[in-house]
């Protein structure tokens, strides 16, 4: 009995398909049937998926804010003054935007004749500390130079003082560091020790040494931060100041 009730149950032959998307274009395609000469479904059209924005990312902050009061343009700090032996108002921060910068002097017969200046500006010149029986801090200047592209700074000795050089910024292999072989004769450019020097190098210059620059880039400035340590005042030196 229950083969005849299955045998007699009536199920549609049609095609189904679920709902379709008119708003993206969906539809069911169809085709001429050879044999009964009617259309008939041959596909259907789907939609293309619905594009979702990708989500931002989040970028934290550059700079993470400091738990205490930071000031972002001055330069004066109360500081120790050893031979005061008090506190005192000090100018210990040099800002870039408050440095004057002032032309190089020209004293070089070797220089190319399209060659440009440099510009330099100091930041700090300090006095000898007597730190009693810890010794003495030696005086020492502090500044920067910067050469544009194709710039010499002409041969220098450094006398009795030593100068040290740290390059900041330019282009990598093209700050030209030339050593005189003979401090105490003429300019040698022949005979004197060459160097290519990149951001992030540093060159020391001792005391009574000749030193040349020239920036070999034609595009990019070459900027250096200097210091001179100068020699400590004689005994001589400090009765003449009494």
């Known amino acids: ?34 044999e009964t000469k009617a ?7 789907l939609g293309e998926p ?11 902050k550059s700079i993470r804010a400091s738990h205490f009061v930071c000031d972002a343009s001055g330069e004066t700090a109360q500081v120790w003054d050893q031979d005061a032996a008090s506190l005192r108002a000090y100018a210990a921060v040099a800002r870039q935007t408050s440095l004057a910068e002032t032309q190089l002097p020209v004293t070089s017969d070797h220089r190319p004749r399209d060659a440009d200046v440099g510009l330099a500006a ?14 003495s801090v030696a005086p020492f200047i502090s500044g920067r130079v910067r050469l544009p592209p ?25 700050l030209e560091l030339a050593l005189a072989r003979d401090p105490f004769a003429p300019f040698d450019p022949a005979a004197a020790s060459r ?23 034609n595009t990019h400035d070459a900027l250096l931060f200097w ?9 001589a030196d400090n009765s003449a100041l009494v």
């Open 150 to 174: 194709a710039a010499v700074k002409d041969e220098e000795s450094v006398g009795p003082c030593a100068q040290i050089f740290f390059l900041a910024s330019g282009q990598p292999a093209s």
């Open 227 to 235: 210091l001179i340590i100068k020699p400590l005042p004689t005994p």
């Open 195 to 217: 160097f290519l020097l990149s951001p992030g190098d540093q060159f020391h210059v001792p005391p009574f040494n000749v030193y040349r620059l020239e920036n070999r880039s």
């Open 50 to 60: 619905t594009p979702h924005p990708k989500a931002k990312k989040r970028l934290r």
């Open 1 to 34: 009995e229950e083969e005849e009730e299955e045998s007699n149950v009536r199920r549609s032959k049609r095609m189904k398909y679920p709902p379709l998307k008119y708003w993206k274009n969906e539809r069911l395609v169809y085709s001429l049937d050879s």
């Open 39 to 45: 259309p008939k479904v041959v596909a259907v059209q």
């Open 122 to 135: 100091q930041a700090f010149n300090c006095d000898a500390v007597d730190l009693g029986p810890d010794g």
